[in-house]
């Protein structure tokens, strides 16, 4: 059975009792030496915290050899005791008895020494900021809810599905997709005769047609739903976006459940039932990063996911929404009437100031929302759902699909777009269809809402936005 060469750092400062011999292994975050005794903070990735090392240089050997060697960013190892610290806000320490370096650090050029970094400067050193207490902390609590995700969706007996990267359809219909081509792009083959003469000759292309990277997996999720009742997907998507902003990455990852035989409101159940649970995993095993965040990041963010997690959802049409901010007589930057599409400041003024609270908006005009959505009776409004979180705003966007194949194909033709090319995506509704739903979820903006993050570009390890593809 495997076992890692060393317990990590997490397990020997939580530890229940001394350990008289054990060995530790990480990268040291400080050093302090004075005359007779020096100390290194300790740090494996595994925990916010570090272990203390105390390297008495009367009883080591050759210490002040070692230590010479060792500077911020060395990575050793240390045989010694786990005991008690004297010192206040940590439980134990390693006495050491032997110190080995494994890799050194040069104090020169390393660029994480003990002071504060600016976010800015890390994105430039990516391949090194996972090193750093904030860093370290956006990884964990991304992996936990990374792992909390799965969990809920399995827990459900739903199915997770790969969805393709690569696509010839525009799931959103909004065109902002990277295309995918082997053409040479210095001599690209043209249509020589017939109604598309000149155009680009894609039947030359790798895959005959053209092409792109998936901005959704959300149509082919459909699929496998219309077949096994309930499934996930969870994987990168992309966006050709030219926006700078700090909330939008050209590629991000989207969890997309698609569920049999429900309705719009199943579906607000559904996600509200799975953020109360991804929320509750992170307060539950993530405390240490979390307080930190709380601390240094985002003041009140351990309060506002308690907030979502204990309190229902407010449930509200559009409509409504609309009528509430317009009799509010807020002044916002953007003007509010019936038709236009929510901005960020109104949807927290609902949250933050109207309910104090997640509020759940349905009923949204069908002009402003994709053409997979199902048209309410009023033949004006779809039965689209966003949820909204406070200090955020929309977190979750989703619908009840059009499961009607006469309306779909309405729609698809209303937008300009072309029903061949959705063919397959029809047969759904040709062939047995049913009442179906499911929502997407930015994961990336999850994450920078549970951690407080200001940019989303900290909470991905390697961030892809307008002219950045580094590391």
Known sequence: MFQKPYPSVASLVTSNAPIPSVKAAGW?????????????????????????????????????????????????????ELRASPAAGQKWELAASAVTLLGAADAETYPLQKKKHSLEFLREISHLRARTNTFGAVARVRNTLSFAIHEYFQNLGFYYVNTPIVTASDAEGAGQMFQVTTLDLDKVPRVKEGPGAGTVDYEKDFFGKKAHLTVSGQLNGETYATALGGIYTFGPTFRAENSNTTRHLAEFWMVEPEVSFLDINGNMDLAEDFLKFVFGRVLERNPEEMAFFNQWVEKGVVDTLKTVVQKPFARITYTEAVDVLVKSKQKFEFPVQWGIDLQSEHERYLTDVVYQGPVIVTGYPKEIKAFYMKLNDDGKTVRAMDVLVPRLGEIIGGSQREEDLAKLEKRITELGMHVDDYRWYLDLRRYGTVVHAGFGLGFERLVQYVTGMGNIRDVIPFPRTVGNAEF
């Open 28 to 80: 040291v975050r400080t050093k302090r030496d004075a005359k007779d005794t020096a100390f290194l903070e300790l740090n494996d990735g595994s925990c916010q915290g570090n272990l203390q090392v105390v390297i008495d240089k009367t009883s080591l050997p050759a210490a002040e050899a070692i230590l010479a060697s060792i500077a911020t960013g060395a990575s050793i190892e240390v045989s010694g």
